[in-house]
């Protein structure tokens, strides 16, 4: 699977937005952009996948970029349960291994009160 | 809810002792099932693919004859560290998939094994 490069860490205040870079530039065609997250002493979440078009969920948005080499996961109003290591990750979902991961660092989130 | 029941969620044990780690699919067959490691402040690390019916698949570095992966059926996976050492002290994670191909994956919530 290409590679994935995230910040190492962002903060945000309650209440407010939160964009999380990830920048994908070998992503091939069949590649699907995933977000996964992991809460302290938890296995990691599923958040939100797409490929080519932006996605929406009840817990965030997905914005694609149109030459699909970054994406930007947004949680529209930070809580203080959304402090997580955030995990992009890219699975070509035509490949044999698929599920098989490979972890970046992900992003530490932090939000204020 | 949960899609995927990994138990126990924490053990310790003594060293030299085994301990065995299930992980189960909860409304769907799995065929496939990964296991992964995680050091603290580590990001989680693929050791095995575990496949129903057949063995399992070790990354480079993990020894089979240690980490004992059983997928006797559709949806139970276990993993079983062999003669536990301090070393082997981690937070061991499951994972799953079903059908279709694009479909989110599902973890486990964990396991915290301490080796004492």
């Known amino acids: 699977d290409a590679k994935t490069t995230q910040p190492n860490s962002m903060e945000s205040n309650e209440e407010e937005p939160v964009h999380l870079p990830c920048n994908h530039s070998?992503?091939?065609?069949?590649?699907?952009i995933h977000w996964y997250r992991q809460l302290p002493s938890q296995g990691p979440e599923y958040v939100i996948h797409g490929l080519t078009s932006n996605v929406n969920n009840r817990m965030a948005s997905l914005a694609i970029a149109e030459d699909r080499k970054s994406s930007t996961l947004i949680l529209h109003r930070a809580t203080l349960r959304d402090a997580a290591v955030y995990y992009c990750?890219?699975?070509?979902?035509?490949?044999?291994?698929?599920?098989?991961?490979?972890f970046g660092q992900g992003t530490i989130l932090t939000v204020h009160p | 809810g949960a899609v995927v029941s990994q138990h126990p969620s924490w053990v310790i044990c003594k060293s030299g002792t085994s301990v065995k780690i299930e992980c189960r699919s909860l409304d769907f067959q799995a065929t496939t099932m990964f296991w992964y490691r995680q050091f603290p402040k580590q990001s989680l690390m693929l050791m095995a693919t575990?496949?129903?019916?057949?063995?399992?698949?070790?990354e480079q570095g993990v020894e089979k004859d240690k980490f004992l992966i059983n997928h006797a059926s559709l949806t139970l996976s276990t993993l079983t560290v062999t003669s536990a050492h301090p070393e082997d002290s981690s937070f061991y994670i499951c994972s799953t998939r079903r059908a279709p191909r694009n479909s989110p994956l599902h973890f486990g919530n964990g396991t915290r094994l301490t080796v004492t």
């Open positions: 575990s496949n129903e019916g057949s063995k399992a698949t070790y």
């Open positions: 070998t992503i091939s065609g069949t590649d699907y």
């Open positions: 990750i890219l699975i070509n979902a035509g490949g044999t291994s698929y599920g098989k991961l490979t």
